[in-house]
């Protein structure tokens, strides 16, 4: 299996530290607001990464956190009047939902930086210690120039880092030692979240959160490192100064990053007001057609979001899906059991298509690829199931479709639908469940439903529902 290690600017055979295993941390999401569509490509690339790992029989340990301590988190508090606790919390509640709808499995561990702080004080000990970081006025620095390797992610150059230093300096840090060395500790403001420290009250720098949570869960060296293209600097680039610093030893072995996603040709932000919001694209399609969307481009491919793209991808899982509803209705009603000498030798076809997918994927998980290698498929399904052929070759192609798309994270069976009765009657019991204060039971009967693809939205008139 090639990957494109970041690291060397090369495509490389994967070898695991230990056989049989991967450790891999993702960066995951600031969780100050829903996330948005571009927040979803990282989570669905490396998810499909993992998966791919797991159907080689690997045994994957994944771990993604949620940045729940920052500024963005402590502005969006203040402006509602409420904790920065409350915000974090709402978020990656609505965050799971999210992931949940575009089948991106859940992480071995999603650790919060808030209950790691601890380790991340230990670190930053470590780091003083070794002569890495040094305190002025409650703020902890790391030295970035005692790090001989620092750019040799970013392929940055410390020289011409510092040519620039100017715009560096951010108001309130003339008293670095140099305009390179980066927050490991602060001491907090008015108002702000703040634990207790050798050096002040206050809170730990973003970067530090990363290189602590990563030794906790997965041990002071890794397979895989990855994240959003815009990590690499300085985020990945300090993680891999302090990680490295501070254990001796090398951090990751190979470092992945998507590239963007962009929308109607232009850069998603908030100020442009094209920012779309994952929630937003679920009033209008499945969420599996975003993840297939997502996937029917390489990771490291900009991908432009559109209505048009979005339309296709619709269309493309739907012949995905039919095939295998059709399969199953032959099954269902399959005259012979066993297969007939004719189809033993075309279910030799049926593996070149499990190869082409697969050498796809091993090629640095080139997902268009294998979209297109699962559409051979389905194309071959097409062509050479119908009414009067066996059971055995009919499952045969069944396993196939599934496990290939099931690497992709595409469910191909379609749920049964609801029918309104069964949800009317849900939502009842939602109602008697909220007279009787048993919150919980509510919000479970709401999110069974989101499950199945009913919305629920509670107005002054009662509750109206819709389907996703
Ligand atoms: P943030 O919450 O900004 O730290 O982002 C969480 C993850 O989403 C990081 O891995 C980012 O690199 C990634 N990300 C943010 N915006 C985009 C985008 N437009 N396209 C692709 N990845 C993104
Ligand atoms: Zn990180």
Redesign the pocket.
């Known amino acids: 299996m090639k990957l494109y290690n970041t690291l060397s600017k090369k495509k490389e055979e994967f070898v695991p530290l230990e056989e049989g295993k991967v450790r891999m941390y993702v960066?995951?999401?600031?969780v100050y607001n829903f996330i948005h569509i571009?927040?979803a490509?990282?989570m669905i690339v490396f998810d499909t990464v993992r998966r791919y790992f797991e159907y080689k029989g690997y045994d994957v340990n994944y771990v993604s956190n949620f940045?729940d301590v920052d500024d963005k988190i402590i502005k969006k508090a203040l402006e509602e009047g409420v904790s920065s606790d409350e915000i974090s919390k709402r978020y990656i509640a609505e965050c799971k939902k999210d992931m949940e709808g575009m089948n991106v499995k859940p992480a071995t561990t999603h650790p919060l930086a808030t209950e790691e702080i601890g380790g991340m004080i230990e670190m930053i000990r470590t780091l003083i210690e070794k002569g890495y970081a040094y305190e002025k006025n409650g703020t902890v620095y790391f030295r970035t120039r005692q790090f001989k390797e620092y750019g040799k992610l970013s392929h940055k150059n410390l020289d011409d880092l510092r040519s620039g230093e100017r715009s560096l300096l951010v108001t309130g840090e003339d008293e670095k030692e140099d305009p390179l060395d980066f927050v490991l500790w602060k001491p907090k403001k008015e108002g702000e979240p703040s634990w207790e420290s050798p050096w002040s009250d206050g809170r730990p720098g973003w970067h530090i959160e990363c290189s602590e949570m990563s030794k906790k869960y997965l041990g002071e060296q890794i397979d895989i490192h990855a994240?959003?293209?815009?990590?690499v600097f300085p985020h990945h680039e300090n993680e891999i100064a302090q990680s490295e610093a501070a254990n001796g030893k090398e951090f990751a072995k190979y470092w992945l990053h998507?590239a963007?996603?962009n929308i109607d040709n232009r850069k998603?932000s908030k100020s442009l007001g094209n920012f779309r919001t994952v929630r937003e694209i679920s009033d209008q399609y499945d969420l599996q057609v975003l993840r297939f969307f997502m996937l029917s481009a390489h990771y490291r491919s900009p991908l432009n979001f559109s209505a048009d793209l979005m339309e296709a991808s619709k269309n493309g899982l739907e012949r995905i899906v039919n095939a295998a509803d059709h399969l199953k209705f032959l099954m269902e009603n399959a005259q012979t059991e066993a297969m007939t000498e004719e189809e033993t030798k075309a279910g030799s076809n049926i593996e070149t298509f499990v190869k082409a997918f697969e050498s796809a994927m091993e090629d640095d998980f080139n997902t268009a690829d294998a979209v297109a290698a699962v559409f051979d498929l389905v194309k071959f399904v097409n062509t050479t199931a119908n009414a009067g052929s066996s059971k055995e070759y009919l499952k045969k192609l069944q396993n196939r479709l599934v496990s290939l798309t099931d690497v992709l994270g595409l469910i191909v069976e379609r749920q049964e639908e609801l029918l309104d009765k069964d949800i009317e009657e849900l939502i009842e019991q939602r109602q008697a469940a909220r007279k009787a204060k048993d919150f919980a039971r509510a919000d479970a009967i709401r999110d069974e439903l989101l499950g199945k693809g009913i919305i629920l939205k509670d107005t002054r008139e009662g509750v109206q529902w819709k389907r996703a």
């Open positions: 960066c995951g999401p600031t571009g927040n490509r990282p940045t994240g959003g293209e815009d990590l998507n963007f996603l998603m």
